[in-house]
Every structure is written in structure tokens, then in C-alpha cells.
């Protein structure tokens, strides 16, 4: 379905992405996993044809994305009606009045007549639970009800593909519970998600599959989930986690103290 | 023996804390004009944007090429009617514009009252308190139901979205400038100098946000499959407020054509 053939790109010659290759299956569930600055963003925006490769190839569904393709409108409404691209800052992303107008945009950029469009906005309010939401203004709500807006703002015209850049930032325990189950659903019921972030608990939750992006901006691995997290050397290399991170059968997580055993409070044996 | 001395800000920085805490204040100020506005149910909220806009606009004109005191008069009595009606806060901002208005245009023609050559003149500030009246009256209709309403209207949707962005953006960099002010507040301690040299580097640091955010805002719009075409819609209705609000101004329109 998607696919990067050495793909390289750069922001005023400060590499962001260096000969990236990937492939991602329909109904795959994909997390990038990387550090800071690594590159897993712009990987994104390549994938949703919002930056394209200064050198190498991005194919969707065998047809390259470039500038060239992006600027047919015929192309870029068939494309953007098949992705669906949550931003880490959901702030940006939601720009209009009010929570009707702005899950209704892209429906009504499709073309959908006022009586689809309406069905099409209250199926994904109901999804999202966000039903009664409709007259506020997105700038007004909380962190955990702007991004389930920009949720319903993307699934309303039922993307293929569903794409997130950190989506438990700034979330509480409960919505990034909620968010969680619902993107599980939403791979069930058959879409592609690609996740990026730099939770691993997130990677083991979501994904079968993870990515790994060094510091470099290259891929460093890509392989099964489960044993890129018991790799915990690999880890370490990408700089991804630090020394105190362990596991505890199977989750793996780090404190916020050093374990040396000094016997001051705050020490402790793992 | 140790010092107890307290370190007291200068003067110089009292005047700067003084500046900083002015800025703050009218950053919260403005910000919560916005967010008033999503709070707002009074009367004049069931009254389309659309019929506020077009009446408005042709009772502006009316009352300009108007000559008769009468009309003007008639003008103004509907419209502190309506006033009246509004809640406190809505009832103070329109008033407090057209006494402006008012108390202003007095102050431009006082000259030719006093060498008694105001004729016609003496009708201007009546005129202004008119037209302040209207415009105040139109103030209180949310920003995102102008734009919906220019929309029908046939602006053009270029200026509509800048309109819309606008707003939205003033909101989002007013909260960003305000919490930059409060932390260069805290970080400053009543200390002396530098006051309006930090404040030009909040402003720096606004604007490159506001280009982050606009590069954003375009990306997710093209996400969404943006072609050039912002249609803000919705219901355009007539119920019983809006008749009401149309018969009002066809009422004084009917006065201007036979006064």
C-alpha cells in the first residue's frame, strides 16, 4: 500500500530523514519509534504528501508522491480521501468556528452535499463521543477533547489510512486509554495505522510491527514489536532509553531515580 | 553580624513591572472579549448573523444620507430599545461606543457651533450616535457567524478564511503572548532596566510561533484535502426574532422614505 524507496529529506541542508525504505501492508499497525529530532515526524508528513523526498521515492498504492503528482487536484482529493494525518499539535489543526464546521471541512472539500455531509459529522461525533459538541468553539476545549476532535475531523470521510505524530502527548491516563482502545478498534475494522512516537508502551500496546529510527535519521530496525522492546541494547544505541530502563516480566520501564544503592530515599531495588 | 537589608526594585523597575502587568492586562482583556463571546444567550443571539448584517448595513446608509431629524431620532430610540434589552456587559460595550462616538463628533463640530454655522452639521453627532448605535448593535454577533454570514453575502472565500484564521489565531498567540508575559513577569522579580527590550523579544518570539503555527494550520488544511474553497455555512432560518428584527428596520426604512 505505501512504500519508501531511499528516501532522503532535509530542512535548509540539516538532514531530517536520511535513505529511508519501508514498506506498510493495508490494515498494518506500524509504530515509528525514535528519539527526539530522529526524523519519525518527517517520515510522516512524507507519508501524508505534505514534504516530499529530496532524493529516493514515496509510492501509495504503486503511484509516487511528489510535488509534481500533489499539485494535480484530482490526485491530491483521491489521495487525502484515502489518509488521514492526526498532527502532534492538534491546535494547529483545528481551524474553524466551530466543532460542526471543522469535522465537517473535509467532507465538505470532497464535495459531499449538506445532508451526507451532516449524517457523516454525527457518525463521528458519536464515534468520538463528542455528540452535544457541536456549536463549541475548538479552541475552547480541553487537551483530551481537541484531539478527539481532530479524530473525528479525520475519520469523518473514512481514510484508509490513519496516521498519528505522538498521539498521548499532553493526554490524561483516562483519554490515553480511550484513545488506545479506539485506535485498536479502528485497526480491527481494518484500517492501516501509523503511529509515531517515543512511548514504548504505546508500541507494545498498538503495534506488531515497530520502526526504529536512530540519530542518525536512518531506519536503524525494523522488525516485530515485542522483540525490538527486548532489545534493549538496540534501544539504548538508538538512544531511545537510558541505562535504568528494565523490564519486569513483560513490561519494560524506567524510574525517575538512579537504582544505585546509596540508601538515601528515592533508592530503591527495581 | 549579617545584613538584613531586603532588595527593594528600583523605581526603573517598578515602571517596567507597571509596563509588563499593563500588557498582561490587556491580553486577558481582549482573550476574554473572545471567550465572552462563545458564552453569550441573549435575545439577540436568535437573530440570524445574516439579517443583522444586511439591516445593519442599510440603516448605516440610510442614517448617512438621512436630513431628517425625525428618522434619526427614530434610529436611535429602536436601537437603545434593543439595548435595553441586552444583558449588563453587552448593554455597557454598546453604549460605551456610541457615548465615544458621540462625545468625538460633538468635539468636531463644536467650533462651528460656537460661531453658529452648524446648520446641518449639528445633525453629525446625532448621526454618529446613530450609526455607533447599529454598529455596537452588530458588534455583539459572534465572529464566526459573520464570516458566515459575509459568506452569503458573496464575499470572497480568501477573505473569509483570513477572517475566520484570524480570529482563531488571535486567541491561540494571545494565550502563548500571556503566558510568555507571565513567565518573563516571574523571571524578572521587580528587577531594574530591560523591561521594554523583553517585551520586544515576547513579540519576537510571537511572531515566529505565528509563522510555525500558519505553516501548520496550511499543512492540516491540505490534509484535509483544502483546494482554495472555505465554505463556512450554516441554517439561515426565519423565525419569529429574525421577522422581528427585518420588520424593525423595514419600519424605520419606511419613516426615512416618507419624513
Same mark, same amino acid.
Not at chain 1, 33 to 53: E, H, Q, R, Y
Given at each position: 500500500?505505501?512504500e519508501?524507496i ?6 535548509g541542508?540539516?538532514?531530517?530523514? +536520511?535513505?529511508?525504505s519501508?514498506?506498510?501492508e493495508? *490494515?498494518e499497525?506500524?509504530?515509528?519509534l *525514535?528519539a527526539?529530532?530522529s ?14 523526498p529530496?532524493?529516493g521515492?514515496c ?8 510535488r ?6 484530482? #490526485? $491530491? ?7 488521514g #494525518? !492526526?498532527?502532534?499539535?492538534v ?7 466551530d ?11 470532497i464535495?459531499?452535499d449538506?445532508?451526507?455531509v @451532516?449524517?457523516?459529522v454525527?457518525d463521528a ?6 455528540? *452535544?459538541?457541536?456549536?463549541r ?5 480541553s ?5 478527539? !476532535? ?7 470521510s473514512?481514510?484508509e &489510512? ?5 498521539p ?5 491516563? +483516562? ?24 512511548n ?21 530496525a525494523?522488525?516485530p514489536?515485542?522483540?525490538?522492546l527486548d ?9 531511545? &532509553? ?8 513483560d513490561?519494560?520501564?524506567s ?5 544505585s544503592?546509596? =540508601?538515601?530515599?528515592?533508592?530503591d531495588? %527495581? | 553580624m549579617?545584613s538584613s537589608?531586603?532588595?527593594?526594585p528600583?523605581r %526603573? ?6 509596563f ?14 473572545? @471567550? ?9 443571539d ?6 443583522k448584517?444586511?439591516c ?16 434619526v ?6 436601537h437603545?430599545?434593543?439595548v435595553?434589552?441586552l444583558?449588563?456587559a ?7 461606543l ?17 460661531? =453658529?454655522? $452648524? ?26 457567524e459573520?464570516?458566515?454570514a459575509?459568506?452569503?453575502l458573496h464575499?470572497?472565500?480568501f477573505?473569509?478564511? !483570513?477572517l475566520?484564521?484570524s ?6 498567540l ?10 518573563l513577569k ?5 528587577g531594574?532596566?530591560? %523591561?521594554? +527590550? ?5 513579540? %519576537?518570539? !510571537?511572531?515566529l510561533k505565528?509563522?510555525e503555527?500558519?505553516?501548520e494550520?496550511?499543512?492540516a488544511? &491540505?490534509?484535509r484535502g ?7 455555512m450554516?441554517?439561515?432560518?426565519f423565525g ?8 424593525a428596520?423595514?419600519?424605520?426604512a419606511?419613516l426615512?422614505?416618507?419624513?
Amino acid at each position: 500500500m505505501l512504500e519508501m524507496i531511499s528516501a532522503s529529506y532535509s530542512y535548509g541542508g540539516q538532514p531530517a530523514l +536520511r535513505n529511508a525504505s519501508l514498506k506498510i501492508e493495508k *490494515g498494518e499497525s506500524v509504530c515509528l519509534l *525514535g528519539a527526539n529530532g530522529s526524523g519519525k515526524s518527517t517520515m510522516l508528513k512524507m507519508i501524508n504528501g505534505l514534504v516530499f523526498p529530496d532524493s529516493g521515492k514515496c509510492l501509495f498504492e504503486s503511484k509516487e508522491i511528489s510535488r509534481k503528482s500533489m499539485s494535480d487536484p484530482r #490526485f $491530491a482529493k483521491a489521495f487525502y480521501r484515502k489518509m488521514g #494525518f !492526526v498532527f502532534q499539535n492538534v491546535e494547529a489543526q483545528l481551524f474553524c468556528a466551530d466543532v460542526y464546521d471543522e469535522v465537517a471541512f473535509g467532507l465538505r472539500q470532497i464535495g459531499f452535499d449538506e445532508t451526507e455531509v @451532516r449524517m457523516k459529522v454525527e457518525d463521528a461525533l458519536k464515534l468520538t463521543g463528542l455528540l *452535544g459538541f457541536e456549536k463549541r468553539a475548538p479552541y475552547h476545549l480541553s487537551g483530551g477533547e481537541k484531539k478527539k !476532535v481532530a479524530l473525528a475531523a479525520v475519520l469523518a470521510s473514512d481514510p484508509e &489510512v490513519l496516521s498519528l505524530d505522538e498521539p498521548l502527548n499532553g493526554l490524561d491516563p +483516562r483519554t490515553a486509554r480511550w484513545l488506545c482502545e479506539f485506535l485498536q478498534d479502528q485497526n480491527a475494522k481494518g484500517k492501516t495505522l501509523i503511529i509515531s512516537t517515543h512511548n514504548l508502551e504505546l508500541v507494545q500496546e498498538m503495534s506488531r510491527r515497530a520502526i526504529l529510527f536512530g540519530e542518525d535519521h536512518t531506519i536503524f530496525a525494523d522488525m516485530p514489536s515485542m522483540s525490538l522492546l527486548d532489545d534493549i541494547d538496540m534501544l539504548k544505541r538508538a538512544n531511545l &532509553v537510558d541505562e535504568y530502563y528494565h523490564k519486569h516480566q513483560d513490561s519494560g520501564h524506567s524510574h525517575f531515580h538512579s537504582h544505585s544503592v546509596s =540508601g538515601k530515599p528515592g533508592a530503591d531495588k %527495581g | 553580624m549579617k545584613s538584613s537589608k531586603k532588595p527593594s526594585p528600583s523605581r %526603573g523597575g517598578l515602571k517596567n513591572d507597571a509596563f509588563v502587568d499593563k500588557s498582561l492586562i490587556t491580553f486577558i482583556s481582549v482573550l476574554s472579549i473572545i @471567550r465572552a463571546q462563545d458564552r453569550q444567550d441573549s435575545w439577540i443571539d436568535r437573530v440570524n448573523a445574516f439579517y443583522k448584517l444586511c439591516c445593519s448595513l442599510f440603516l448605516i446608509v440610510l442614517v448617512a444620507l438621512s436630513r431628517s431629524p425625525y428618522f434619526v431620532f427614530a434610529v436611535i430610540s429602536v436601537h437603545l430599545l434593543a439595548v435595553a434589552l441586552l444583558k449588563t456587559a453587552s448593554m455597557k460595550r454598546v453604549l460605551a461606543l456610541a457615548a465615544t462616538a458621540f462625545g468625538f463628533s460633538c468635539l468636531m463640530i463644536a467650533p462651528a457651533f460656537f460661531m =453658529g454655522k $452648524a446648520g446641518f452639521a449639528s445633525l453629525i453627532p446625532v448621526k454618529a450616535l446613530a450609526s455607533a448605535l447599529i454598529a455596537g448593535m452588530l458588534s455583539l454577533v459572534k465572529f464566526q457567524e459573520l464570516t458566515s454570514a459575509l459568506k452569503r453575502l458573496h464575499a470572497p472565500d480568501f477573505l473569509l478564511m !483570513v477572517l475566520d484564521l484570524s480570529i482563531r489565531s488571535l486567541v491561540m498567540l494571545g494565550e502563548f503572548s500571556l503566558e510568555t508575559l507571565q513567565a518573563l513577569k516571574m523571571r524578572r522579580l521587580g528587577g531594574r532596566g530591560g %523591561g521594554y +527590550r523583553s517585551l520586544a523579544g515576547v513579540g %519576537g518570539t !510571537v511572531f515566529l510561533k505565528s509563522k510555525e503555527m500558519s505553516e501548520e494550520m496550511h499543512q492540516a488544511m &491540505v490534509c484535509r484535502g483544502f483546494a482554495g474553497t472555505y465554505r463556512p455555512m450554516g441554517k439561515l432560518g426565519f423565525g419569529l426574532a429574525n421577522a422581528g428584527w427585518v420588520l424593525a428596520t423595514a419600519g424605520l426604512a419606511a419613516l426615512f422614505f416618507f419624513t
